[in-house]
C-alpha cells in the first residue's frame, strides 16, 4: 500500500514540478515517468527508515500523508534532476 501511495504521489509531483518550472518541464509523460521513479525511491529510503504508513491495526493517517509528501517530493526532485541533466546536456 505504501508503495502504490507513493507511485501515484510520485507522479503528481512530477507534474507539479514540471509546470512549477517550466524549463525542466518534459511533457507529462515524461514527467509522469521521472515522478513515478522518484516517488517509489522516496517511498522505498522511508520504509527503511522504518517511517512506514501501515500499522497493526490498519493504516495511520499520519502515515499515509507522509507517504503522500515524500512520493511528491522525491518525483519533483526526480524531474528536477532529470531536468537539469537534459538541459546541461542540450547545450
Request: proline share 0%; charged share 10%; hydrophobic share 50%.
Amino acid at each position: 500500500m505504501d508503495l502504490i501511495i507513493g507511485l501515484i504521489a510520485g507522479a503528481v509531483g512530477g507534474n507539479v514540478a514540471g509546470g512549477i518550472f517550466r524549463k525542466l518541464n518534459m511533457g507529462m509523460l515524461v514527467n509522469s515517468v521521472a515522478g513515478i521513479s522518484g516517488g517509489g525511491l522516496g517511498t522505498q529510503a522511508l520504509d527503511m527508515l522504518g517511517a512506514g504508513s501501515m500499522t497493526q491495526g490498519g493504516v495511520d493517517l499520519a502515515g499515509v500523508l507522509g507517504q503522500v509528501a515524500t512520493g511528491g517530493v522525491g518525483g519533483g526532485a526526480l524531474l528536477a534532476l532529470v531536468g537539469l541533466i537534459r538541459n546541461a546536456t542540450s547545450r
